[in-house]
């Protein structure tokens, strides 16, 4: 079993920056992609940004990329989502998950063990 717990979230205003984080209990992370998600309400669940265990791969949706970085710390089972200039339209539930194997992975089916998200809400 893995547990991930996402932390970070809050209420900002446009234009603002967050850091979210997620950390990996149980067994390792290493060797999976890890990737970050969210979900408005009505809506589905959308990928955001993803990264391959290494960390030297990653990879973005297009409507996060040059706002959003994300980052792995492997000794420390924690990934990050730096989200800069941040937009009424960014406001969601964000998640961490833990990909099925070692690849780019982009939909939600691939990947196994989920955290229970973080609420992101960019509001004036």
């Known amino acids: 079993q893995v547990q991930l717990v996402e932390s970070g979230g809050g209420l900002v205003q446009p234009g603002d920056s967050l850091l979210l984080s997620c950390t990996a209990s149980?067994?390792?992370?290493?060797?999976?992609?890890m990737g970050w998600f969210r979900q408005a309400p009505g809506k589905e669940r959308e990928f955001v940004a993803g990264?391959?265990?290494?960390?030297?791969?990653?990879y973005y949706a297009d409507f996060v990329k040059g706002r959003f970085s994300i980052s792995r710390d492997n000794p420390k089972n924690t990934v990050y989502l730096r989200m800069n200039s941040l937009k009424p339209e960014d406001t969601a539930e964000y998640f961490c998950?833990?990909?099925?194997?070692?690849?780019?992975?982009?939909?939600?089916?691939?990947?196994?063990?989920w955290g229970q998200g973080t609420q992101v809400t960019v509001s004036s």
């Open positions: 998950a833990r990909g099925l194997r070692d690849d780019i992975l982009r939909t939600p089916p691939e990947y196994d063990y």
């Open positions: 149980g067994r390792t992370f290493t060797s999976y992609t």
């Open positions: 990264i391959r265990w290494s960390g030297g791969n990653r």
